[in-house]
């Protein structure tokens, strides 16, 4: 069984798969304090929840977009199932061609992110992954990694806007009931959810006419689902794209 943990910057998405099938994920909150030690009895006890056999784990692989949490992580890892992870970074073999100026530059999300699509979806496709930051990365019909963007996500916006204003309070992320508030927060919730919604739309149109044609749009990331059933247009959902990536990668990279 494999170990795939994301570390995104704020949490650390854990999964296990039993060859290709995932059995199941967890998610700690990602702690620039927290030490390989506290890390590890986290670890114990998802495992205990989800009565995962520790002893049949025979591999790991981290991606990481917090550098100071990836050696408590491998830590932990090493600590509790013995095993060393293999880290996502430059010089994997992908079997992605990455049509990017540098591609040592791309972050490992994107690139399994990107990894997964390629294999499991129609070509060109969009990733559009809504966390802490938003990214949205393309693979075109030739399975090229060309690029992508990235903008601040929705969380990030919030706390922008709390943060630097004197009157504006801090809300939740749901959907208004219409576009025009009636109140400061529905006003809020309206530029928050439904302005990212009406961002991914016309990212996405702009995309296509770039690229001249259709693409398949999938969206991952924590804030994806209050999100993309405001759009306009069609989104595969896939909750699980990076960790199945992180699979893909292992598979490609371990030693025989």
């Known amino acids: ?32 304090n927290r030490t390989g030690d506290q890390y590890a009895v986290e670890l114990m006890g998802i495992f205990q929840l989800y009565h995962c056999d520790v002893a049949a784990l025979d591999g790991s692989i981290v991606a990481s977009v917090s550098p100071a949490v990836t050696q408590p992580i491998c830590r932990a890892v090493g600590k509790v199932t013995g095993l060393s992870p293999m880290i996502v970074g430059p010089g994997m073999k992908t079997g992605l061609n990455i049509a990017i100026n540098d591609p040592a530059e791309l972050g490992a999300d994107l690139l399994a992110v990107s990894v997964a699509a390629r294999t499991k979806y129609p070509l060109p496709n969009a990733v559009c992954d809504l966390g802490t930051a938003s990214t949205i990365s393309v693979v075109d019909q030739d399975g090229k990694m060309i690029g992508g963007i990235i903008y601040p996500g929705i969380r990030t916006s919030l706390m922008a806007l709390v943060n630097n204003t004197a009157l504006l309070p801090e809300i939740g992320y749901a959907a208004p009931k219409r576009v025009v508030g009636r109140s400061t ?42 999100v993309v059933r405001c759009c306009k247009r069609h989104f595969i959902q896939d909750e699980n794209l990076v960790l199945d990536g992180l699979r893909i990668l292992y598979e490609k990279n371990k030693k025989s």
């Open 185 to 226: 927060i529905e006003s809020m919730q309206s530029g928050l959810i439904l302005g990212a919604a009406s961002l991914l739309d016309g990212m996405l149109d702009r995309i296509e006419e770039e690229l001249g044609m259709p693409v398949t749009a999938i969206a991952t990331g924590g804030f994806s689902g209050e």
């Open 1 to 32: 069984m494999l170990l795939a943990i994301d570390i995104g910057n704020t949490n650390v998405t854990v999964g296990v798969y039993d060859d290709k099938t995932l059995t199941f994920t967890a998610r700690i909150a990602t702690d620039l």
